[in-house]
C-alpha cells in the first residue's frame, strides 16, 4: 500500500521507526515539495518491506559505483518517472535520504544524492563526502552530497 506524502501538513506516518521520526518526515515532504512544484507530481512512497526491488537496486549502485554499504534500515521508498527523468528514493531510519536520479536519454545526467536530516549525524559510509547546508520550513537545515553515476542502471 503506497501513501501520498502530504507537504502542507507533515504527517510522520510510516517513519515512526526512525531515529527522529518529524526529522525525517520533513525531509520527505521537503522531496514532495520539489516534486510537486518543479515537476507537478505528488510523490507516493511505499513501505520498503514491500518494495525489495527498489532498495536493491539503489543498494547495487552505490555499492557498484562507490563501495558504500549502508548499516541503516530502509523505511520507505519511491519511484518516479517524469519529464524523462527515472527518481528512485529510499528512507532510511537513521534519517538518510537516497535518491537517485536516472535521466533516460543523457548519461551525464545521473547522480545518486544523500540527504541528512536535521541533526542527523553522516554515516561512516559517507565520511568521505562533503555535505551542503540547505534551509527548509519543512525540514530545517538538510545537508546534501551527491556524485555522478557513471554506469548503466536498469530499473527492474
Known amino acids: 500500500m503506497s501513501y501520498v506524502v502530504d ?3 507533515v504527517s510522520t506516518a510510516g517513519l515512526e521507526k526512525a531515529a527522529s521520526p518529524q526529522a ?3 525531509l520527505r515532504a521537503n522531496e514532495a515539495r520539489y516534486l510537486a512544484n518543479k515537476h507537478n507530481y505528488q510523490l507516493a512512497v511505499t513501505d520498503a518491506s514491500q518494495d525489495q526491488v527498489t532498495v ?14 549502508l548499516e541503516a ?18 528512507f532510511y531510519a537513521d ?6 536520479l536516472y535521466t ?3 548519461p551525464k545526467k545521473r547522480a545518486v544524492g544523500f540527504k541528512l ?3 542527523m549525524e553522516v554515516p561512516a559510509a559517507l565520511s568521505d563526502f562533503n555535505f551542503a547546508h540547505q534551509k527548509s520550513k ?3 537545515v538538510i545537508r546534501g552530497s551527491y556524485f555522478v553515476i557513471k554506469g548503466e542502471y536498469v530499473l527492474p
Open 24 to 26: 525525517l518526515a520533513g
Open 138 to 140: 519543512l525540514a530545517g
Open 73 to 90: 534500515t530502509p523505511l520507505q521508498t519511491a519511484r518516479v518517472h517524469v519529464d524523462g527523468i527515472d527518481w528512485t528514493y529510499v
Open 7 to 9: 507537504f502542507v501538513h
Open 117 to 119: 536530516s536535521e541533526g
Open 56 to 69: 536493491d537496486y539503489v543498494t547495487n549502485i552505490l555499492a557498484t559505483e562507490r563501495g558504500i554499504h
Open 104 to 106: 533516460i536519454d543523457d
Open 95 to 100: 534519517g538518510l535520504g537516497v535518491n537517485v
